[in-house]
């Protein structure tokens, strides 16, 4: 069963009296243990497609299904709830909480819910400490440079185990060697059995997927499984 499927998905904004219309009826599914990279001119619909998979916005038309699930059914609660045990993100802006510790900010995701325990620290500090930020665990996102802040979102995002993991731009603010540390990461995660679909236009991003999709003025053009590089060469 796809982890995630769209199903003839449209999603239209009204704005002024005129109806823009975003997603023009998009198919598209993820298994588990695939990493799916989302190319596509910028305003081609990338980000709105991730926040319907993510379960974050709703679509004007068409199916959402998590495991076979018809999610578009389900009440904002109950939808919600679907995404906190199903769904990790890494947003292209991080949005981490600036009052909160590197720590804190990997652990919050775990409090949610009542779950909040040992464990969720315990979680947070291996994960930091995994991605090379375990000298950093108590300072504020201002007191990080823009790749350890990144590194502290991609963090939260699997502190609760995600199955499907949405990423807008990943490693945007890295530079090489540790952008592809991150990207090793990645496909570690993934090949763990979990679903990754990462928005990117670095070329470096699309050689990890295993399949390439793009994306042009709100439909899918070109859905191609890919012949993965060596990237221990
Ligand atoms: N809330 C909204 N209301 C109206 N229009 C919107 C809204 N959100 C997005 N759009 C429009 O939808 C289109 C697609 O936006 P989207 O953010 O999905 O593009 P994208 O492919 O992610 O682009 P980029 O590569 O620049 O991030 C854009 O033209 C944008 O202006
Ligand atoms: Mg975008």
Redesign the pocket.
Known sequence: MALVELRDVVKR?E?GGET?T?LKGVDFTIEAGEFVAVM??????????LNMIGLLDEPSEGTVLLRGEDVTTLSDRERTKARQGAIGFIFQDFYLIPSLTATENVELPTLFGGAGNKKGREKAIELLTDFGLGDRLDHLPKELSGGQQQRVAIARSLVNEPQVLLADEPTGNLDQKTGKEILDRLREICDSGVGIIA?THDPNVAAYADRRVN?VDGVIDGDDALAREDHDA
């Open positions: 904004y704005l823009l975003v596509g001119p910028s305003g081609s619909g990338k980000s709105t497609m928005v994306i």
